[in-house]
């Protein structure tokens, strides 16, 4: 199943006249098991930047796909461990659509996190956009991504050879060293470093020669994509604004 309900959402919508989630699952005999946290929440580029919102975000665990802004609830998709390149995480992409443009909302995520987002006017005088390839998860990656960050971007691109995660495990060595930790750690890792930006900022990626890198049999690009939200979900993708 690409979306997952669990705990307290399904137990409220089997009955309305409860008090609560919690007596019905008393009633029941069943136990209520938490949501995982939501970590490293990192805007995407959506296909309408004006009027929608796409945030990416990973669980350790199994979690809902799911999205609350003001009264509305979102639901997406989830790529997990039963998919070639996803490793030991689950990636949850949500898009949050019919929204005013040039307008700031609060994305809730599974959990209670929160993230602030914009949408983008539908006229703008001007448009700051950051831009790097070739990143990786060096201390030169955090350190430029605070700076990034001061600089409050309206979007940040990814220009190809986001994270190396090809190197992990020694699963593509080269003329590099391997990386000890395991591939989807390093991916996991890679988006830590951004989220300092990219939990207010989309951002837009652009594939590289090392994410068409085969990381674990049978998988070759999916994996990184299943972990960034492009317009269209498209390998090749462009917007007009």
Not at 23 to 39: E, F, K
Not at 62 to 72: F, K, N, Q, T, Y
Request: charged residues 20%.
């Amino acid at each position: 199943m690409n979306t997952l309900c669990t705990g307290r959402g399904i137990l409220e919508r089997l009955s309305a006249r409860c008090r609560g989630a919690e007596q019905l699952a008393m009633a029941l005999g069943l136990t209520i098991l938490p949501v995982p946290a939501a970590l490293a929440p990192h805007l995407g580029l959506p296909d309408d930047p004006t009027h929608e919102l796409a945030v990416v975000w990973r669980t350790d665990g199994p979690a809902p796909a799911e999205v609350r802004v003001g009264d509305r609830v979102y639901r997406g998709v989830t790529h997990g461990p039963e998919e070639p390149g996803m490793g030991q995480s689950w990636y949850h992409d949500v898009v949050a659509d019919g929204l005013e443009p040039g307008t700031a909302y609060a994305l809730t995520l599974p959990g209670g996190r929160t993230v602030e987002a914009e949408t983008w006017p539908l006229v703008a005088d001007h448009v700051r956009i950051v831009a790097r390839g070739d990143l990786g998860t060096t201390e030169h990656t955090q350190r430029v991504t605070s700076m990034e960050a001061t600089l409050q971007p309206d979007l940040a691109l990814y220009l190809g050879d986001w994270s190396y995660a090809n190197y992990g495990s020694g699963l593509e060595t080269q003329q590099e060293p391997a990386d000890p930790r395991p591939w989807w750690k390093i991916w996991n890792d890679f988006f830590n470093l951004l989220e300092p930006l990219l939990d207010r900022v989309p951002g837009g990626f652009v594939l590289g020669n090392h994410e068409y890198s085969d990381m674990v049999p049978g998988d070759n690009v999916d994996g990184p994509l299943a972990r960034v939200h492009a317009p269209g979900n498209e390998r090749r993708w462009s917007v007009v604004y």
